[in-house]
């Protein structure tokens, strides 16, 4: 083992830099050397490497982004390229492996959500050494009870209600926030429950509109004459479905939701009368320094993932279980999103409360 590349794919999130420097710092112990990869798969396909050394990794612990940049699409498996003038999508994974190969590299640790993991996944299944380091604010990777950028974004999104608080108690409305987590309600939960709020509603539990009115009408013959709401931009009503902002035919994750706060806003309008105003909170979740715990996961991640290619494990992810950094196969992290169960004790704790979920 003497070279080991890294990559940032998927969304980019805060924590992105503190696994790069952790890889970079921790290999140097051993004398490994590291190549970052810009752009994610786009510079594993285009050979766009780039040696990181210890100078390079100073001080970025407290940045967010990825220096080494990300992006969402480019998928090496459909990757579209022109042929004749024409752009559509080739298998150019040959071309990854042959760069990968050509610039010494032994393992290729790949830091990423769902998408890339995926990806990677296919990498170690034709052969090549990889190892998963899991990263996304939706917190939906199965087999590790956290992944690092959550902590972070929910942080982000209680502040956010905090100050919503105030102006809907000023005005007497209706306020709506709407945050990230796509087909998982992680965020919103937690978000909702730390930041106070009154209705909170995830993809796991489709709402009834007028549950929500009545939530919102009894708070109001109680003498509380504002309401706040939680939704996760997955969220649906009963018996329909998810709101679509944009559709991305190519990429990884080829659906852009979004909308269903001001859909709320105007259906308990139309409906119920009620004055809402809607915030949606979008990539400040994404962005901005990463807070102590998502830095020191990070590292973790990162240490663990520099011992586990010293230790040929390969096909695998680093994941926190409990309070220790394991190896799972890469498989069970993909295969299915970790979505909220039903009998979470966040979840149970919530309505212990009377917090309505919108069922």
């Known amino acids: 083992m003497n070279k080991l590349a890294v990559l940032t794919g998927g969304g980019d999130c805060p924590g992105l830099n503190a696994v790069i420097r952790a890889v970079v710092r921790s290999a140097n112990q051993y004398g490994l050397e590291v190549l970052g990869i810009r ?3 786009h510079g594993a396909v285009e050979g766009d490497f780039v040696p990181l050394s210890l100078a390079d990794v100073s001080g970025i612990l407290p940045r967010g982004g990825t220096i080494l940049g990300t ?5 090496p498996f459909q990757y579209m390229t022109k042929v004749n003038g024409v752009s559509q999508p080739l298998d150019r994974s040959e071309d990854v492996l042959r760069n990968l190969k050509g610039a010494g590299v032994d393992a290729l640790l790949a830091i ?14 034709k ?10 604010i939706d917190n939906d990777l199965m087999a590790t009870d956290q992944t690092f950028g959550f902590q972070t974004a929910v942080e982000t999104a209680q502040e956010a209600l905090d100050r919503l608080h105030t102006t809907a108690e000023s005005h007497h409305r209706v306020m709506i926030l709407e945050v990230m987590g796509r087909y998982a309600g992680w965020i919103a939960l937690y ?4 930041g106070g709020a009154d209705v909170i509603l995830i993809p796991e539990i489709p709402y009834n509109l007028a549950r929500i009115a009545y939530s919102v009408q009894q708070r109001a013959k109680q003498g509380k004459k504002f309401s706040i709401i939680v939704v996760a931009e997955g969220a649906k009503p009963s018996g329909g479905e998810m709101v679509v902002e ?3 035919p190519g990429r990884t994750d080829p659906v852009k939701l979004g909308g269903i706060g001001v859909k709320i806003g105007e259906d308990l309008e139309k409906h119920f009368g009620l004055e809402t105003r809607v915030t949606v909170l979008g990539h400040l979740q994404r962005g901005g320094s990463p807070n102590s715990y998502d830095r020191v996961l990070a590292t973790r991640y990162g240490v663990a993932a520099v011992d586990a290619a010293l230790e040929g494990k390969f096909g695998i992810m680093v994941a926190l279980q409990g309070r220790e950094i394991v190896h ?3 498989h069970q992290a993909v295969d299915q999103l970790k979505l909220v169960p039903l009998n979470d004790p966040i979840l149970i704790a919530a309505r212990a409360m009377g917090i309505e979920m919108g069922d």
């Open 127 to 136: 052969g090549f050494p990889v190892i998963g380091i899991p990263k996304t």
């Open 112 to 125: 990423g959500g769902d998408g890339s993991l995926n990806i990677s996944l296919k990498f170690a299944d």
């Open 328 to 330: 799972v196969p890469l």
């Open 246 to 248: 944009r559709l991305f």
């Open 191 to 194: 978000a909702g429950v730390a």
């Open 71 to 75: 992006t969402n699409r480019d998928n």
């Open 39 to 41: 752009d994610g798969f």
